[in-house]
């Protein structure tokens, strides 16, 4: 399975830094071409992003309505992020589930509708720090998988986020069990849903990523990459990362959508 390294900006960034994604996309096309990289960006960046980028990584979208078009004001529709050049959109972050109240049902709907447009769906799951002392987070985050993850999904249409919230630009870390643990849950989950499908999507994890700690997760059972918040702005930092990867022969999810 080739990992994935994802980065998501978040609402950070403006066209005078642009410059990082060139520096990410030019390191990888020269250094790391068999490595799949994205990044996932305000949608202000994302058309100049792709330009930039110019192939050497994927640019994603970091949120989408489950509508196509309509009286939605403020909302962007999956079609419009792949109009803009997108190969990819985060659905249910845990900072759209806290502050907008997403629940697992929205995003089911917004995972519907980035692969209706045909981008690759980046579904999040993870639970709070209560939930995880309370000895919940199996339950909550095999609940979020049988909720958030619609049935006819596919290793080449989606993959999974476990972001525990309390690791999320925290600096705390899970343990690696505590990480092995959760993965070989979330396939189980996967398996249940999806059936054989279920066990070739890609589990990444995220929370506190960086280049530090990146070799010792990417090498955990079930781990197929991580997603990067904080470390994914500085292209020195999300090289480092990217350089973690195991190298094979990777898709690129802008023309993955093409299929
Ligand atoms: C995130 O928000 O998806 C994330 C993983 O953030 P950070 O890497 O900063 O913890």
Request: negative net charge; proline residues 12%; aromatic residues 8%.
């Given at each position: 399975m080739q990992p994935l390294i994802a980065g998501n900006w978040k609402m950070n960034g403006v066209a005078s830094q642009l410059h990082e994604i060139e520096a990410v996309a030019a390191s990888v096309k020269a250094t790391l071409p068999s490595t799949e990289v994205l990044i996932c960006l305000p949608a202000t960046l994302i058309a100049q992003a792709v330009l930039t980028a110019a192939g050497g990584i994927s640019i994603g979208a970091e949120d989408c309505s489950?509508?196509?078009?309509?009286?939605?004001?403020g909302d962007l529709s999956a079609e419009m992020l792949k109009d803009a050049g997108a190969g990819a959109v985060i659905v249910g972050h845990s900072e759209r589930r806290q502050?907008?109240?997403?629940?697992d049902a929205v995003v089911a709907a917004k995972a519907k509708a980035a692969r209706r447009a045909g981008l690759l769906a980046i579904i999040c799951i993870g639970e709070t720090s209560a939930q995880r002392l309370a000895g919940n987070a199996l339950s909550v985050c095999g609940d979020q998988i049988a909720r958030s993850?619609?049935?006819?999904?596919t290793a080449s249409s989606a993959v999974i986020g476990y972001e525990p919230l309390w690791a999320i630009g925290s600096g705390q870390m899970p343990t690696s069990g505590q990480i092995i643990e959760m993965h070989a849950h979330i396939r189980d989950c996967l398996t249940q849903c999806l059936g054989a499908e279920g066990k070739k999507l890609r589990i990444l994890y995220g929370g506190s990523v960086k280049p530090s700690n990146a070799l010792s997760i990417l090498s955990l059972?079930?781990?197929g990459g991580v997603l990067v918040g904080g470390?994914?702005?500085k292209s020195a930092d999300f090289l480092a990362i990217c350089r973690a990867a195991p190298a094979m022969n990777p898709p690129n999810v802008n023309s993955q959508k093409e299929q």
């Open positions: 489950a509508e196509i078009s309509g009286p939605f004001t502050h907008y109240g997403e629940t993850v619609p049935e006819n999904m059972p079930e781990v470390a994914s702005l």
